[in-house]
């Protein structure tokens, strides 16, 4: 026999699968020939416009870059610029050949002043060549899911086979943000590291202007190239609520990504349904030596909803009246599931939070006895 928990909360989730029309509809423009907003939490996507068209991604690559470094290398690695690195074109640290840098400052250089110099010098370290790093980074592409994506270098510079799509740069960015040293350094507005030979140190400033523009504004990189024009992948944070926009190819993408950014947050909240942390419920255990366990959710339950639209959502939590001892950590014993006019949102399995040993053989015998003389 089962006992059945639930309760009701509400939720206009059609809007989230249709948001890109009905944003387009409100006519709120996006100039960008191709855009993603998407919350970071749970990766929906909020709003995309032309989101898998194959477009150049100028110095938005050293994204992929970065978080490749940073989980391959050791951050007190040192590094030595070759000649070809310091040759790179494009935008640059001014790094010559023979000059070393540690990884963790040469990260910097890559995120804050986007310098050609520096990818290269990180890729040839790392990998022994670019075009073996290239192929380390299209690896992670695909291992993410960004399927629309391909490679050829570490620092964006045009070339015809090298592309991605603004919701591969979403995924790719919401992924390299899981990431405390990469989060760290993408917020960082100004770094100072060594500049050998000269009289006074590199000052490096982050050419992501929106850190400075926009209050919520807490990341990523920039692009720019004559191919892929404006671009930018960009993250902001209000509250416990993280959205990732990316905007390529745009007459203005401050403006763009900060429209984007507004609407989401004014259209959209993070609801937390439950996590494992979260004690849902408790269940009966027969024979065991405590007479009940806690239970919650095996992973967090979260949901972005329309602002205020809370108690539409139905919840169900179904869980047996009992479960003999013993019980183990994490043991499945029931179901938690989300659901919006009967459409199945969400199900996930509800585990116990704590083992429970089975009761002695001699403590059942006594229970025993003393249960026939009651």
């Not at 960008?32 to 898998?52: H, P, W």
């Not at 978080?67 to 690195?85: D, F, P, W, Y």
């Not at 494992?276 to 408790?282: D, M, R, V």
């Amino acid at each position: 026999m089962k006992k059945r928990f639930g309760y009701i909360l509400l939720l206009m989730i059609p809007i989230i699968f249709t948001t890109g029309a009905t944003f387009a509809a409100k006519g709120v423009g996006v100039t960008a020939s191709a855009a993603v907003l998407m919350d970071y939490t749970t990766g929906e996507i909020l709003f995309q416009k032309n989101a898998n068209v194959r477009l150049f991604p100028a110095s938005t690559t050293k994204i992929l870059t970065a978080i490749i470094a940073i989980e391959r290398g050791k951050l007190n690695q040192e590094m030595v610029t070759s000649q070809k690195a310091s040759k790179t074109d494009g935008s640059s640290i001014w790094l010559s050949a023979g000059e070393t840098h540690t990884l963790e400052d040469l990260l910097y250089g890559i995120l804050l002043n986007s310098g050609n110099d520096a990818s290269v010098t990180v890729a040839e370290n790392l990998a022994g060549s670019e075009s073996n790093f290239a192929g380390w980074m299209n690896e992670k592409a695909k291992e993410l899911g960004a399927n629309d994506s391909h490679f050829v270098n570490c620092n964006g510079l045009p070339e015809r086979n090298h592309y991605t799509t603004a919701h591969d740069l979403a995924v790719i960015t919401c992924y390299a943000l899981h990431n405390s040293l990469f989060e760290e350094i993408v917020k960082t507005k100004k770094k100072i590291i060594s500049w050998p030979g000269h009289k006074n140190d590199r000052i490096m400033y982050n050419h992501n202007k929106l850190l400075w523009r926009y209050e919520y504004a807490d990341g990523v990189k920039t692009g720019f190239t004559n191919q892929a024009g404006h671009c930018l992948v960009s993250s902001a944070t209000k509250g416990n609520h993280r959205l990732i926009v990316v905007v390529l190819h745009s007459k203005n993408e401050y403006i763009d990504s900060t429209a984007l950014f507004n609407y989401g947050f004014s259209h959209f909240q993070l609801y937390t349904v439950s996590s494992p942390t979260k004690e849902l419920g408790t269940v009966n255990v027969a024979q065991g030596v405590k007479q009940q366990v806690s239970v919650s959710t095996i992973h967090p339950v979260n949901l972005v909803i329309p602002k205020g639209a809370e108690s539409k959502l139905k919840i169900d939590l179904n869980l047996p009246s009992s479960v003999q001892a013993p019980v183990h950590k994490a043991q499945s014993v029931g179901e938690l599931k989300v659901q919006l006019n009967g459409e199945l949102l969400e199900k996930c399995p509800v585990v116990t939070i704590a083992p429970v040993q089975r009761k002695g053989l001699w403590q059942r015998i006594w229970e025993w006895f003393t249960g026939l003389l009651k």
